[in-house]
């Protein structure tokens, strides 16, 4: 039973670029949640989102970041016109239902340069 | 405004030893209360939780500590093993709002030396 599987790894794109990063929950997981860990700090929420519908994304920056998750497929964190203070390490987390302890990825690291 | 603190960045025991990490909240309406480990280069991973109608819970060896009126938890490792080197994230929420909603502190590196 494969765990939550965020790919790429690692990404680096330049500053104005578009960077999409990719979230596949756990079997039978229909909950998604996006953290955003900046360096030397702790993860921060960014949005949760359940199949089709964007549940809360009260942590978003309010320009250039979108989610989604779509009927089928993984969920997708979007960054448009990525500047240098997007460096960070996103991490994705699902669970089978509303619910606090969730099971992360492993994250993406995405450099700007 | 940092809701959850680990004001230790770091912290150094010796194998067999107990290891005592500590976390405080300053928001009354936390309710839940979690730790993760985390392996560089790998997502968190849970590790335990508490409720606030509890003021311990215990998981071999690791045991969580709940002060609601000092708003303080505490995780004990006993004993301390090298595989427990990692970095420890406290974590909070509220059960009764947006209970999904995790605020973390920001991590307690642990190193157990051999």
């Known amino acids: 039973n494969a765990g939550v599987m965020q790919n790429p790894r690692h990404l680096v794109r330049r500053r104005g670029q578009e960077a999409r990063l990719r979230c596949s929950p756990m079997?039978?997981?229909?909950?998604v949640y996006w953290y955003r860990q900046l360096p030397e700090e702790g993860l921060k929420f960014m949005v949760y989102?359940?199949?089709?519908?964007?549940?809360?994304e009260s942590g978003m920056p309010k320009e250039r970041f979108s989610a989604e998750f779509p009927k089928e497929g993984p969920s997708i964190l979007r960054i448009q016109q990525v500047v240098r203070g997007d460096s960070a390490a996103y991490f994705c987390?699902?669970?089978?239902?509303?619910?606090?302890?969730?099971?992360f990825g492993s994250g993406t690291r995405l450099t700007v340069v | 405004d940092q809701q959850v603190k680990q004001n230790s960045p770091s912290l150094s025991v010796q194998e067999g030893r107990i290891s005592i990490l500590n976390c405080d909240y300053t928001?009354?309406?936390?309710?839940?209360f979690l730790w993760y480990k985390k392996y560089p280069a790998e997502g968190p991973t849970f590790l335990i939780s508490?409720?606030?109608?509890?003021d311990k819970n215990e998981d071999g060896r690791f045991t969580v500590f709940l002060n609601k009126s000092a708003k303080h938890l505490s995780l004990h490792i006993v004993p301390s093993q090298p595989g427990d080197s990692a970095v420890y994230f406290c974590?909070?929420?509220?059960?009764?709002?947006?209970?999904?909603?995790?605020?973390f502190g920001k991590g307690t590196l642990l190193t157990v030396n051999p």
């Open positions: 987390a699902s669970s089978p239902g509303q619910a606090a302890g969730y099971t």
């Open positions: 079997k039978g997981h229909s909950h």
């Open positions: 989102l359940q199949k089709e519908n964007i549940i809360d």
């Open positions: 928001n009354s309406m936390f309710d839940y």
């Open positions: 508490i409720s606030s109608i509890k």
């Open positions: 974590a909070a929420a509220n059960s009764g709002g947006s209970n999904y909603k995790l605020t």
